[in-house]
């Protein structure tokens, strides 16, 4: 055999840097409306095309087209956009305390409001979502009370948590959602234990996993795959493909040749490859996926397209790794202008409308900002008080403990006479 050229190692590099405009050919968009929409009961195998192309809705004009047009009620559009206007308003408030060191620090999901709102509308009550940090639209959806979520933000005195989990690692049971783990990936494979366990009890309730396309590299990942197929497990197993981990592209974690759906169907998964700016698309694909997990279809694996049009956190600057108008770029543009676009054309929404519901919504931001503040904030340091750390570690406190939370109490009664 004769000697080849020497081997030469591959590493992914993104198609834009700062400087350099990005040249977004690399996600193989599809056309509006082009996408064909399977039946139900359609085996894993059969979905390969569709975890390789971009299922679509609306088109460049705002109309809904194609057989994924899902026919939603014109109120649960304007019920859609408002959840949408309402998560990004409470990003921008939340992140603008965080400047002012009213909190540690802020994961905002500017760009992707779409694919939680949507998702969580095609949900039912009882229904668990084991998130990751970037979908606080499925709590604005399920009508969680915004002072709680921003006394969890501050750590304060009223934090429902009691200070026990960093800011936007929210848990709310009540309202199906699972409490986030710093640990990525974990999620992802506790989703489809939930959904199993659900099977076994015959129940009806299904369960939803996030994951970002960044910690599709970890093993829980493929490891929730495997489960989520051998067993049927009736889950839906959310990709978000924002295409930037912190500030690892995505090709890094595998979406150069292939698509993070594409995994799926080799896994034995109906998948699909959805546009997640687009607001019917997600309800659409959300539903869908849905009604296959409580008809023991199965589970779906759905990649959702979309954009992190922020920093991954307030301690990041993109603007190093990328170029800073990256989303202004972007070909699918911002999903809240979308929807909008749509809403007019359809007669049920206005410019009007948009800029008063605009003003009511961040009316009712700074009103829960204002009330959450009176309990404290990290800048003032009236943190959630001490005595917390005896609380809810065992079912009946120790003598021991119960003597140290004893001495802390008349400590701080001193303390409060001293003054």
């Known amino acids: 055999m004769s000697q080849g050229k020497p081997l030469t190692l591959h590493v992914p590099e993104p198609t834009g840097r700062p400087g350099h405009e990005t040249d977004f050919s690399y996600l193989h968009l599809a056309a509006a409306g082009a996408v064909r929409r399977p039946p139900l009961d359609i085996l894993p195998s059969e979905t390969a095309d569709l975890a390789y192309t971009l299922v679509r809705v609306l088109d460049d004009d705002g109309n809904a087209v194609g057989p994924w047009a899902p026919g939603i009620d014109r109120e649960l559009l304007r019920r859609g956009m408002r959840i949408m206007m309402k998560t990004r308003i409470f990003d921008a408030r939340m992140v603008i305390a965080q400047r002012q060191k009213k909190m540690s620090f802020y994961m905002q999901c500017l760009g992707e409001e779409a694919i939680g709102s949507a998702h969580a509308l095609a949900l039912q009550q009882g229904d668990m979502c084991f998130p990751t940090y970037r979908q606080q639209s499925l709590l604005m959806a ?205 007669g049920a929404w206005s410019e009007q409308e948009h800029l008063d519901t605009e003003k009511e919504l961040e009316a009712q931001v700074i009103a829960a900002q204002k009330e959450a503040e009176r309990y404290g904030t990290l800048a003032n340091g009236q943190s959630a008080g001490a005595e917390t750390m005896f609380e809810d570690v065992y079912k009946e406190m120790p003598a021991h403990l119960r003597e140290q939370l004893r001495q802390l109490q008349q400590l701080q009664q001193s303390h409060q006479s001293g003054e």
């Open 142 to 346: 399920r009508d969680v009370p915004l002072v709680d979520l921003i006394c969890q933000l501050f750590s304060n005195r009223r934090d429902p948590l009691k200070g026990r989990q960093l800011p936007v690692l929210y848990s709310v049971r009540s309202a199906g959602f699972f409490t986030i783990s710093g640990n990525l990936a974990t999620q992802f494979i506790q989703a489809v234990g939930w959904a199993m366990a659900s099977a076994i009890k015959g129940d009806t309730k299904i369960a939803s996993a996030w994951i970002g396309d960044g910690s599709t590299a970890e093993s829980d990942f493929h490891t929730a795959l495997t489960f989520a197929h051998v067993y049927r497990a009736p889950v839906i197993l959310n990709v978000v493909n924002n295409q930037w981990a912190i500030s690892s592209f995505q090709s890094l974690a595998g979406g150069e040749s292939t698509t993070f759906a594409a995994r799926g169907v080799g896994c034995g998964i109906a998948s699909l490859r959805v546009d997640g700016n687009d607001f019917l698309a997600v309800y659409a694909a959300s539903s869908w996926a849905a009604e296959r997990a409580r008809n023991n279809l199965g589970p779906t694996l759905i990649e959702w397209v979309t954009y992190r049009a922020g920093p991954h956190s307030t301690s990041d600057d993109p603007s190093k790794y990328r170029p800073a108008d990256d989303w202004s770029h972007f070909p699918l543009g911002d999903p809240i202008a979308r929807l909008k676009q749509h809403l007019i054309g359809i």
